[in-house]
């Protein structure tokens, strides 16, 4: 099904442009011309970094700046049709500690400096069927060493999702692709200062919630 285009979003886009670390139009495509950012670049400071993939309309990305105001967060989304509501949120709350890629996490690397970031959260990513679109999973092996590329040595990825399958696909990923598992929960308990969108429906459903943190030592290539 396609999703109807939200009214002015052009324009939405321009009032919160300060907003906006990146965003990826037709030209990126046509031209591949980006700017690489550091966090300096774009927060002017040097606070640790973190990096949510699929952030959707902002849930989490609005609660985590405000419980953590000395940590930068840049939050991700490919939709900019989801994402412009993410956006205004923050902005109207003059939070000062989150800035928003609007691009696809394959072209990270086209956007963000490398051995910048501290960790990696992805909440609920798209589970996508493992057949037929399983390297579109943000867990497939060519996301996890775009991640390796962005990560800080010792620096990680949380990983938190409803399914059963996504997740055991992705801590065997992690496991072969050199990340080392510190925590591994099944029936995650809640906690709403930090619950997503997509978390708060699937909690309400009462499906458990499974959870993986793993970090990477910045040298190991080799499965664990
Ligand atoms: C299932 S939603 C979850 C949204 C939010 N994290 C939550 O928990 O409520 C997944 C989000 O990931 C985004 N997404 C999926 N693949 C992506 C990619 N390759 N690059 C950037 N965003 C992506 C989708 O646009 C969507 O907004």
New binding site residues.
Partial sequence: MRMRLKKHLNERFENVSKYIAAKEDKSFYSERSSVVLSPFDIFNNNNPTSLE????KGA?AFNYAQLHPNINLIA????SN?IIDAVEMVADEGLINVKFMVI???NLLAHLEEHTISEIIL????PYKKNSYSNAR?THPRFLEIYKKLLLPQGKIILTTDKDNFFEFSVNRLREEGFFITELTTDLPRNEKLE????KNFRDMGIPIKRVVAYFDGLSTSKQ
Avoid at 76 to 79: E, L
Avoid at 196 to 199: A, F, L, V
């Fill in positions: 993939i699929g952030c959707g989490f991700v989304d490919m939709i989801v696809a996490a394959e909440n609920f990513p798209c943000l997503t969108e997509y978390e």
